[in-house]
T-cell receptor, first 118, second 116 residues
């Protein structure tokens, strides 16, 4: 079984500043993937960034980057140059490879509500 | 690519009636579809997983007779909430995987259900 924990129910940041959202996970699987999803007020889930566990290099997507610490089972999201449009609920999630063509279920953390102040 | 739609986007129904929510993959064939429920400011809770042509697999604690899921084709899955009650009011989200061997999931925009 996999568990994902986000310990920050709410975070806030000033526009143009940097903010880091925390996530820890637990898994007994060796082959898994980690994600950050954004859910803006529209409620549409948007994939922000993904990380393959076998890759040591941290994933980066424009202003979004992760700090993947495999041994510590930590997967934080850094948002640089925050914009008003970044305001949303952010979910950390994981999925494991079950073998063959199968993957397990996508497991979500509790979510972090990010507020961006102008 | 990989667009998932849901219909309706919001629905209000009276207690005791049934309501059907559709989830469609618009530009791909979805081997597997998922249904989630989400309460305000909370995480997504997986309700069930459905594969085309087979019975849905429900998560523990989800009433299969209340939440009927049908995955009749590779592009359509439906969730029917039977004999709805106010406590069934929630936001329902579907997602789909594009193919076997892929972990990618694409999410629909969700359906807000209000039972009065």
């Amino acid at each position: 079984a996999q568990t994902v924990t986000q310990s920050q129910p709410e975070m806030s940041v000033q526009e143009a500043e940097t903010v880091t959202l925390s996530c820890t996970y637990d898994t007994s699987e060796s082959d898994y993937y980690l994600f950050w999803y954004k859910q803006p007020p529209s409620r549409q889930m948007i994939l922000v960034i993904r990380q393959e566990a076998y890759k040591q290099q941290n994933a980066t997507e424009n202003r979004f980057s992760v700090n993947f610490q495999k041994a510590a089972k930590s997967f934080s999201l850094k948002i640089s140059d925050s914009q008003l449009g970044d305001a949303a609920m952010y979910f950390c999630a994981s999925i494991y490879y079950a073998g063959g063509t199968s993957y397990g279920k996508l497991t979500f953390g509790q979510g972090t509500i990010l507020t961006v102040h102008p | 690519g990989a667009v998932v739609s849901q219909h309706p986007s919001w629905v209000i129904c009276k207690s005791g009636t049934s309501v059907k929510i559709e989830c469609r993959s618009l530009d791909f064939q979805a081997t597997t579809m998922f249904w989630y429920r989400q309460f305000p400011k909370q995480s997504l809770m997986l309700m069930a997983t459905s594969n085309e042509g087979s019975k849905a697999t429900y998560e523990q604690g989800v009433e299969k007779d209340k939440f009927l899921i049908n995955h009749a084709s590779l592009t359509l899955s439906t969730l029917t909430v039977t004999s709805a009650h106010p406590e069934d009011s929630s936001f329902y989200i579907c997602s789909a995987r594009t193919r076997l061997g892929s972990y990618e999931q694409y999410f629909g925009p969700g359906t807000r259900l209000t039972v009065t």
